[in-house]
């Protein structure tokens, strides 16, 4: 209960909103939200807890919700190796530690409403009744509707969620898409936010970027760009 009342009392009032439409609220990196619980921030740091620091490295564990045979999963897995290569190249001292997959519990339309509510630059519900995510953790839920893919970070070494769409329909089931997108919410949560150059991961909004942009016959990840490399050295816990 601790824990749960923690999350909800520091993170969600803190919360960086990242989906792939529109800009942030409060401008990028959603620093109008901070801002405005700054001084609570400072108060309640030192009372979370962080990821795990193994050998002076940051490990994150993940958990995906979902049906562990759903095709996203490998897609998030993936998308793990993928950043884990990423920070060690760019010396980060971090890295996505192991995943575990477990069910759903979030009801459709509630993952429906925090999707909405984030492309409208409005803050999400609390999703802490269903999730209940520990601040060392990163979460991601799979959901089974056709909603808008998001990323909601908390700040300071507070974990977050990434929520995906349906990966049975458009864009995410294109060939290429699903392990893209992974990756490209999870970077949020890693600290990195939209750029404009095309044909790169990190790619979003307000520039004209779209999830099928990452459409492929041939497997592979986008790259980042040298200042997503800076920024993800720069944000690293
Ligand atoms: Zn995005």
Redesign the pocket.
């Known amino acids: 209960m601790w824990e749960r009342l923690l999350f909800q009392f520091f993170c969600f009032p803190t919360f960086q909103l990242?989906?792939?439409g529109l800009p942030p609220p409060g401008g990028a990196g959603g620093r109008g939200l901070a801002n405005r619980s700054g001084r609570r921030l400072l108060v309640l740091l030192p009372l979370v807890p962080g990821p795990s620091v193994l050998s002076g490295e940051t490990v994150w564990k993940l958990r995906v919700l979902g049906n562990p045979t759903d095709l996203r999963v490998a897609a998030v897995r993936e998308a793990i190796a993928f950043w884990n290569s990423e920070l060690e190249q760019v010396g980060a001292g971090a890295r996505i530690g192991p995943m575990s997959v477990t069910g759903n519990p979030v009801p459709e339309d509630v993952l429906g409403e925090a999707s909405r509510a984030v492309e409208q630059g409005r803050r999400p519900r609390d999703l802490s009744p269903w999730i209940e995510p520990r601040s060392d953790e990163l979460v991601v839920v799979l959901a089974n509707t056709d909603l808008m893919s998001f990323?909601v970070r908390g700040r300071h070494g507070a974990g977050g969620v990434v929520v995906l769409r349906s990966g049975d329909d458009a864009p995410l089931s294109l060939p290429n898409v699903a392990r893209n997108v992974a990756a490209?919410?999870l970077g949020?949560l890693l600290g990195l936010e939209?750029n404009d150059a095309t044909g790169t991961l990190?790619c979003?909004r307000p520039a004209r970027c779209r999830p099928d942009f990452f459409a492929s016959e041939t497997p592979r990840f986008f790259p980042l760009t040298a200042a997503d490399e800076r920024a993800l050295r720069e944000s690293s816990p």
Do not use: V
């Open positions: 990242f989906q792939h990323a490209h919410e949020h939209h990190m979003g």
